[in-house]
């Protein structure tokens, strides 16, 4: 048996000052944005240091550097850093690096196992947050693979994640091309008019909205988002004092099962059927878009079963499906220009607010071009998240019988 600090160096972050953070500089991760897998850079939680300062030297990420959250969930949300970006490290977050002759790899293997999940679990502490210390960490015990067998371990861990990382980074440019067509058409207005040619380049005429400060073309309603799509749903959390309520096949969907996800297959906590009936109002449909309005303001996504969130979580349920990526994409500009309402410690939105929001809205035979044009984009996103799911299902479960010497690794 190897204990984990005896094969890597562990160690955590620096205790930033929030008002020295600005939106140039070097980016620090801190627990908000890692994921399961990857790091997570949305407006709302990536802050960036803009001081130099020699007491910073020793919180530099490098390339191939692990990091994980030690509050909240601990053990779960893990990542590699795969940039050469400059990079810094907040307080309450470890980095774990390999030492000489050991795999970073291997490790990082090590800690995807349920093996390490399972230690993490039962050593945290705290009660509505969890919290792990660098000791416990550290103290983690496991069979010890020689260097050849590590480095081949390593090989088909990293093989597998590379493949992961090429379908989120195709995903991201999915996205985009479906954004830019957005921005052209509802941003720049220069949807096709009755003629086909783009409307305000073609000289359509524009009017002020007082509502939105800004010009719109003449005629275009300015509705609520509640009066276009009246179905909306805070979510719930059920009773946590019946641990019947839990652990059955309905995800249970929180902000870090969004956050990364436009579709959102699975979550880290599930409901029981009798959970779910408790609160039968809070069903969620496939095709629901679920958006955080507690804590980090505006992750968005579309819940790909049927599913129930907690009580950070509005969903809009859709009676139109041509309003679906039209919302989207508009509720996505909303958020990134807003300022949400702050509370005493977390930003916050009520139902009331959400459903508040004004977007400019065109026609329907717009939005319905519009959808027929990027529903086929948004449906290969898909595709490929599920290939994600079920490349990390195929890791995970390869991992323990691999590690525990159940199975063995081809010399070749």
Partial sequence: MQKLGEIAEISTGFPFDGHKYTSIGIRV???ENIGQGELHWEEKVDKRWNESTSALDNYWLYEGDIVMQMD???????ARIYTADPMLIAQRVACIRAKVKCSQDYIYGILRTKLFKNYIERCATGTSIKHISLQQISDFEFDFHLPEIQAKLGRIIADIDDKIRVNRQINDNLEAMAKQLYDYWFVQFDFPNEEGKPYKSSGGAMVWNEKLKREIPQGLDTPKIG???KNIITGKTPSCADEDNFGGDIPFVTIDDIRG??????????????GADSQEKKYLPIGSLSVSCIGTIGIMGFVARLAQTNQQINSIVFEHEYNKE??????KLYFENAKAKTGNVFANMSKEEFASIIVAYPPKQILQAFHNKVAPIFDSIKNNIEEINSLTKQRDELLPPLMNGQATVNSD
């Fill in 227 to 229: 009066d276009i799509e």
């Fill in 261 to 274: 996800n436009l579709f959102v297959f699975e979550a880290q906590r599930t409901l029981s059927t009798k």
């Fill in 29 to 31: 991760v801190r627990g």
């Fill in 326 to 331: 039209f919302l989207y994409f508009s509720l």
């Fill in 72 to 78: 909240g969930n601990v053990g779960k949300n893990i």
